[in-house]
């Protein structure tokens, strides 16, 4: 395989347990659709190395491609150029290895909860070790009491935990979340978000997320990949990169606003790829989960990674 972009220094814990946790690489992953107007390309020149048991949150503007590479890595479809494997085999179509879960919960309502849950199980599971398997996952998500309920007889926030429960029944090595908390509200979102966290310390697996939420993408993630809208970008310039901004001298981390500047941030030195392709940055996210929500650093990359997104623009530490 081409040379992949590096992951993050620091070792994941979960990496080190004895875990279901998969490897994804993807190699120069380029995803082109025919169209009435001729074939759009939405991906392109796209390459990672995702460690295992390490959680990735892609963000980015609408079109850019996040769901289409979940898709990819789950094997629902197939890159046009390149390739993505898991633990070294090329995916090829999907299997139990990786599991999906979506924005809406997408339970079926004759069936109850715990019902639900049994669906995700692996093929020729059953009788005691079943019950078993589905009365563990119920709990790790807080509804042993809510078994026998049906999906209309639960809170939104309830039929997502019934949701995630389910996708992690077959002990997948990598979990695929597409927008999961997208349609919660915000005190159910953050109950969420460490319901997650929870999940991935009792069964660490590799967990790649989509999200239009910045701080949730910070406050989950080792690291944060940031995609381009390719056919955006032939009509907007590149917002030019920043140098360290508000960001204090301990943080480490290099602002990526739009404020002009010669020199060069450091993020950019350690990544040397041109303007072009899908990846418009990739973000180590410092400190430990959980993370403190009102900790500079951490509100301070927020506002980096908004600006890049061109939700606000950076203000110099002078002129603040």
Not at 218 to 228: H, P
Not at 249 to 268: C, D, F, K, V, W
Not at 271 to 298: C, E, K, M, Q
């Amino acid at each position: 395989m081409p040379d992949l972009v590096a992951p993050p220094a620091r070792p994941s814990k979960a990496a080190a347990a004895d875990a279901p946790a998969g490897r994804v690489q993807i190699s120069d992953v380029e995803r082109t659709f025919a169209t009435k107007e001729g074939a759009r390309t939405v991906l392109s020149e796209l390459s990672i190395d995702v460690t295992p048991g390490e959680i990735i949150a892609i963000v980015g503007p609408s079109g850019c491609g996040k769901s289409t590479l979940l898709r990819l890595i789950g094997g629902l479809d197939l890159p046009t150029a390149g390739a993505i494997a898991l633990d070294g085999e090329v995916v090829r179509a999907h299997d139990d290895h990786t599991a999906i879960a979506f924005q809406e919960p997408r339970l079926l309502p004759w069936r109850t909860i715990a019902q639900n849950v049994a669906l995700g199980l692996p093929r020729g599971t059953r009788g005691r070790q079943a019950k078993e398997r589905v009365a563990e996952l119920l709990e790790l998500v807080g509804l042993t009491h809510a078994a026998n309920q049906r999906p209309r007889e639960v809170s939104g926030g309830m039929a997502q935990r019934a949701s995630l429960a389910r996708a992690l029944a077959r002990s997948p090595r990598v979990l695929l979340l597409d927008e999961p908390f997208g349609a919660l509200d915000a005190l159910t979102r953050l109950k969420m978000h460490d319901l997650l966290l929870d999940i991935h310390r009792a069964q660490p697996t590799t967990v790649i997320l989509v999200t239009h939420d910045v701080e949730e993408a910070l406050y989950l993630a080792d690291r944060v990949l940031m995609l381009r809208n390719l056919h955006a970008a032939a009509t907007e310039p590149e917002r030019p990169r920043a140098k360290v901004v508000a960001l204090g001298s301990t943080s480490g981390i290099g602002a990526l606003g739009s404020a002009p500047t010669t020199e060069q941030a450091p993020e950019a030195a350690a990544d040397p790829r041109p303007n072009r392709g899908s990846i418009a940055r990739l973000v180590p996210v410092p400190g430990s989960r959980p993370r403190d929500r009102g900790a500079r650093t951490f509100t301070d990359l927020r506002t980096s990674l908004l600006d890049g997104l061109g939700v606000h623009k950076l203000t110099n530490k002078e002129n603040a």
